[in-house]
C-alpha cells in the first residue's frame, strides 16, 4: 500500500521560512518522480515542483522560483520543500505527489492528473 505522508506546516510571517517533508513508503521511491501541489480554498490545485528520480532535474512554477527548493533524499524515501521569504499568496494547503516516471520531462509534469499517488495534506499559512 503506498502511502505520502507529508508534514512541516503550519503558520509562519510574511518573509519567513518553512521546510515541508514527505515521506514515501510502498513504492520503489527511485521508480518516482516527485512533485509538490498546492490548493488555496476556493482555487484548483496548482503546480508547484517537480524533481526526477536522481534530483538532477527540477522544475518550478515561475511564482515560487528563487524562493523555494526542492530536494530528494532517495535513502530516506524522502522529498523536500525548503520555502523561503514566504507570501501571503503561498498560503494554501501543500500536497505531494508521486508519478511512476523517472525523469521530469518524461510526462507533463505540471499536470495533477499525471500523478499516481497522492498525499494528505499539509496547511501552510503566511499571516501577520
Known amino acids: 500500500q503506498v502511502q505520502l505522508v507529508e508534514s512541516g506546516g503550519g503558520l509562519v510571517q510574511p518573509g519567513g521560512s518553512l521546510r515541508l517533508s514527505c515521506a514515501a513508503s510502498g513504492l520503489t521511491f527511485t521508480d518516482y518522480a516527485m512533485a509538490w501541489f498546492r490548493q488555496a480554498p476556493g482555487k484548483e490545485r496548482e503546480f508547484v515542483t517537480a524533481?526526477?528520480?536522481?534530483?538532477?532535474?527540477?522544475d518550478y512554477v515561475d511564482s515560487v522560483k528563487g524562493r523555494f527548493t526542492v530536494s530528494r533524499d532517495n535513502a530516506k524515501n524522502t522529498v523536500y520543500l525548503e520555502m523561503n521569504s514566504l507570501k501571503a499568496v503561498d498560503t494554501a494547503v501543500y500536497y505531494c505527489a508521486a508519478a511512476e516516471e523517472q525523469y521530469i520531462t518524461d510526462y507533463d509534469h505540471n499536470r495533477a492528473d499525471e500523478y499516481d499517488y497522492w498525499g494528505q495534506g499539509t496547511q501552510v499559512t503566511v499571516s501577520s
Open positions: 524533481i526526477s528520480w536522481n534530483g538532477g532535474s527540477a
